[in-house]
C-alpha cells in the first residue's frame, strides 16, 4: 500500500465476482481493498472467503456505514439489478463513483443514477460484461453487420443468471441494428411448433438465451450471406477473464463526468 492507491470498495463481496474482485485489487500495484459489504450471512473477513493476498478486513452489511468509515475513492457493485440502483444512489450522494457489474437494471433506475450523477457531480458506470474479448466481439460484429444483415445470436450462462437475453446480447443486438446497411431478409414459411422455438427479438436480430451448469458466459453471433457463414464467438470461461476491465474501470472511472455504459467507453476513448 501506498499514499497515492485507489481506495476501492466492493459491494457483494461474497458472490463470485465480488470475490475475485477482492483478490484482483489486493494485488493490483496502485489499489487497496479498504471495505467490503455483502448482506447475505455473516462472514468473518474477506480474507476467509477469498484467500490469503487479501486484506483482513471485515465483511459488514450495512453500506451506508462503510461508505462513512472508509472513504473510498471507487465503489464496485456486484450485487443484484433490484438492489444496484439503491447502493449506487448511496454511493453517489457521498461523492463516492461507483461501478456497476450488473445488467438487467430497468430503463427507470437507469435514469435516476443518471440524475444522481447529475446532482451530486459524480460519476458511475454500468458495465454488463467486463471481458475486454466480449468487447472486441461487438466491434467485429458492427463490421460484418454492415455487409451482412441477416443474423442471430446465441448466448450462453450459467444457471443462476437471472436476465435473459444478456446484457451483452440486448447492447450486441442494439449495435448490430444500428450499423447494419439493409434490412434483413425475412425468414420464408417458419411454423413455431413449440412457443419461443425461434427466439426473442431485439431490434429486429434474434436473440437465443441457453442457462446451463458448466457455462460461466459465452455468445456465439452468426452472419449469413449467399453460400457463406460468419461467427463470431466470444467464450468467458474463469472470472478472472474479467478482471483486466474490472481494474481498468476502476482506474478510469474518476476520470468521466454522468452515467457511463459499457467497457468500450473506457477501451476507445
Known amino acids: 500500500m501506498s499514499e497515492g492507491d485507489l481506495r476501492?470498495?466492493?459491494?457483494?463481496?461474497?458472490?463470485?465476482?465480488?470475490?475475485?474482485?477482492?483478490?484482483?485489487?489486493?494485488?493490483?500495484?496502485?489499489?487497496?481493498?479498504?471495505?467490503?459489504?455483502?448482506?447475505?450471512?455473516?462472514?468473518?473477513?474477506?480474507?476467509?472467503?477469498?484467500?490469503?493476498?487479501?486484506?483482513?478486513i471485515p465483511v459488514d452489511n450495512k453500506l451506508g456505514s462503510v461508505l462513512n468509515a472508509t472513504k473510498p475513492d471507487v465503489a464496485i457493485d456486484f450485487t443484484h439489478m433490484l438492489a444496484a440502483p439503491e447502493h449506487a444512489m448511496s454511493c453517489l450522494k457521498r461523492g463516492v463513483p461507483v461501478i456497476i457489474g450488473t445488467s438487467g437494471i430497468s430503463p427507470t433506475d437507469l435514469s435516476a443514477i443518471r440524475e444522481s450523477c447529475r446532482e451530486f457531480s459524480t460519476p458511475a458506470a454500468l458495465i454488463p460484461n467486463f471481458a475486454v474479448g466480449a468487447v472486441l466481439m461487438v466491434r467485429f460484429c458492427e463490421l460484418a453487420a454492415a455487409w451482412l444483415p441477416d443474423v442471430e445470436i446465441i448466448e450462453r450462462h450459467h444457471k443462476a443468471k437471472l436476465d435473459a437475453p444478456s446484457g451483452t446480447a440486448m447492447h450486441t443486438a442494439e449495435c448490430i441494428a444500428e450499423a447494419r446497411k439493409e434490412v434483413p431478409r425475412a425468414t420464408q414459411g417458419t411454423t413455431e411448433k413449440a412457443a419461443g422455438a425461434r427466439g426473442g427479438k431485439v431490434k429486429d436480430v434474434t436473440v437465443h438465451s441457453v442457462r446451463l451448469p458448466g457455462y460461466v458466459a459465452s455468445q456465439e453471433v452468426v452472419f449469413g450471406g449467399d453460400g457463406e457463414l460468419l461467427t463470431v464467438r466470444h467464450d468467458s470461461v474463469d472470472r478472472r477473464s474479467f478482471m483486466p476491465g474490472v481494474l481498468l474501470a476502476v482506474r478510469q472511472i474518476r476520470s468521466f463526468e454522468g452515467l457511463v455504459v459499457g467497457l468500450d467507453k473506457f477501451m476507445f476513448r
Open 8 to 56: 476501492v470498495l466492493v459491494i457483494g463481496a461474497a458472490g463470485k465476482m465480488g470475490q475475485e474482485t477482492m483478490r484482483a485489487v489486493s494485488v493490483a500495484h496502485d489499489m487497496e481493498l479498504v471495505g467490503a459489504v455483502d448482506k447475505g450471512e455473516r462472514i468473518e473477513s474477506a480474507r476467509s472467503i477469498a484467500g490469503p493476498d487479501v486484506a483482513d
